[in-house]
């Protein structure tokens, strides 16, 4: 019975031996297998990328540059996957905040706020002031760095005012922004591969058509560097739009303290404020007439001709009636002459 149950054991044992050993060699036969294919599809891959570069086709370069791309952002290791896991870290995110406040100096709160921007390291975009009876007030358009832009905001709050609105916002930009870094990455892939085959043209319409192609995708190449470009200067520095105000409400108090100003005092001003009206208006019309000097001068001119021609006309029209009544008067004096003749000799009838 011993010995039976030792010759099963042993029969056992060797049956488990050639198990483990044929899968093992099945195992080795799948790799193989398997190493086998991956290789063949990479050769494939490579004589169908050396017929493409051979043809000098624009749609394989496409579809490569296409598959290039899908297979970064498939990987674990590094594209889009490993741009995901950083951004759980370091996310792209613009901060802007809107301030309006309300003070009782704004002359002096603006020199605070201007050492508040120096001092938190950011810088002034846009300034602009008005002034209307109602009130004073300036806006800034203003740069702060991210780092401090929490800090910047609670020290604009502590400035003595008497109201205050504020609106602040965040806009996460991470994932445009590992969009265009996906883009730029192909486009650039496909740069270079259009650089190579312009370098291998013997055509000229190959040639004109792949450097058309290399132009379009380097201006866009230009506009997703631009555009990141502005998203990192947005992250980096953090935007704030502040207005500024004083209220001029104070023209009540104005006016009751002239009430109780001496009579005398008021007299002043008013004679001060009547002459002030008499100097300005005299020297508009010096201004005036120094302006109309010219034409004055031709107009007294114009106005001395015809005066003279004028004056000359009428002495003419006196002489010529002169001399009218002298003929007129010599010629009656004649007919007298005659008649006086004629009944001094009757004979003559």
């Known amino acids: 019975m011993k010995k039976r149950g030792f010759i099963c054991s042993l029969v056992l044992g060797l049956s488990l031996v050639l198990g483990a ?8 036969a799948k790799m193989e297998l398997s190493g086998s294919s991956s290789s063949d599809m990479k050769n494939a ?41 950083k951004a759980g870290a370091d996310k792209k995110l ?22 508040h921007i120096a001092k938190a390291g ?23 760095p991210a780092a401090g832009f929490n800090s910047f905001i609670d020290g604009i709050g502590k400035i003595k005012h008497e109201s205050m609105d504020q609106n602040i916002e965040g806009q996460d930009v991470t994932e445009e922004y590992i969009d265009l870094e996906s883009r730029l990455k192909a486009k650039m892939i496909m740069e270079e591969r259009y650089v190579s085959f312009m370098k291998k043209a013997t055509k000229t319409d190959e040639l004109v058509k792949f450097a058309k192609e290399l132009g379009r995708i380097q201006e866009e190449i230009e506009q997703a560097k631009g555009r990141m470009r502005f998203i990192d200067n947005n992250v980096s520095y953090s935007t704030v739009t502040l207005h500024l105000y004083q209220r001029e409400g104070m023209a009540g108090t104005v006016d009751s303290g002239k009430e109780d100003t001496p009579l005398g005092e008021r007299a ?14 005299l020297q508009w019309t010096v201004v005036v007439l120094s302006g109309a000097f010219p034409v004055l001068v031709l ?7 015809i005066w003279s021609v004028r004056k000359a006309r009428a ?7 002169l001399a009218l009544r002298n003929d007129t008067g010599r010629q009656a004096q004649e007919n007298a002459e005659l008649n006086m003749n004629d009944d001094s000799n009757p004979n003559s009838k």
């Open 94 to 115: 613009i901060y802007k905040a809107e301030l309006s406040m309300r003070v009782k100096d704004y002359r002096k709160v603006q020199t605070e706020i201007r050492e």
């Open 299 to 305: 107009g007294a001119v114009l106005i001395a001709i």
């Open 45 to 85: 891959a490579q004589s169908t990328a050396g017929s493409a570069v051979d043809t000098n086709s624009v749609s394989a370069i496409d579809d490569a540059a296409a598959a290039a791309t899908l297979t970064e952002s498939k990987q674990p290791s590094s594209g889009f996957a490993n741009s995901e896991i």
């Open 315 to 321: 002495r003419r029209r006196a002489e010529a009636r």
């Open 268 to 281: 002043k001003d008013a004679l001060a404020g009547t002459l002030h009206v008499l100097s300005q208006l």
């Open 122 to 144: 950011g810088y002034i975009v846009q300034f602009s002031e008005n002034q209307s009876d109602q009130q004073l007030g300036g806006n800034f358009v203003i740069k702060i």
């Open 21 to 28: 050993c044929s899968s093992a060699g099945g195992s080795t």
